[in-house]
Nanobody, 122 residues
């Protein structure tokens, strides 16, 4: 069983920065490729960034590449998303998810956290 808990969201001004964190709770010692996703009101949940199980590879959606950085600490079992130069269109609820077939951006639909709200004001 995998449980995911997202944190770090908040309200920031356009151009600001925010760091999100996903804590991974697992009864086993398994390490998974992970991703960040976001969902704005009335829209689909979109892939934002992904990272391999060992943190040696990452990928990004085109509209966040160069602004967002995904990282992980397998000892602490956390996956972070450092966001900079935030734009109003980044406003969404952000979720982390398990990527069973990285580098595929498709998440394992069985595991989602509660999400964390990011609001970028203009």
């Amino acid at each position: 069983q995998v449980q995911l808990v997202e944190s770090g969201g908040g309200v920031v001004e356009t151009g600001g920065s925010l760091r999100l964190s996903c804590s991974i709770f697992d009864r086993t010692v398994g390490i998974y490729a992970m991703g960040w996703f976001r969902q704005a009101p009335g829209k689909e949940r979109d892939f934002v960034a992904g990272i391999s199980w060992d943190g040696n590879a990452s990928r990004y959606a085109d509209n966040v590449r160069g602004r967002f950085t995904i990282s992980r600490d397998n000892a602490e079992k956390t996956v972070d998303l450092q966001m900079r130069d935030l734009k109003p269109e980044d406003t969404a609820v952000y979720y982390c998810g398990v990527l069973n077939r990285y580098p595929s951006p498709e998440p394992n639909p069985n595991y989602w956290g509660q999400g964390t709200q990011v609001t970028v004001s203009s």
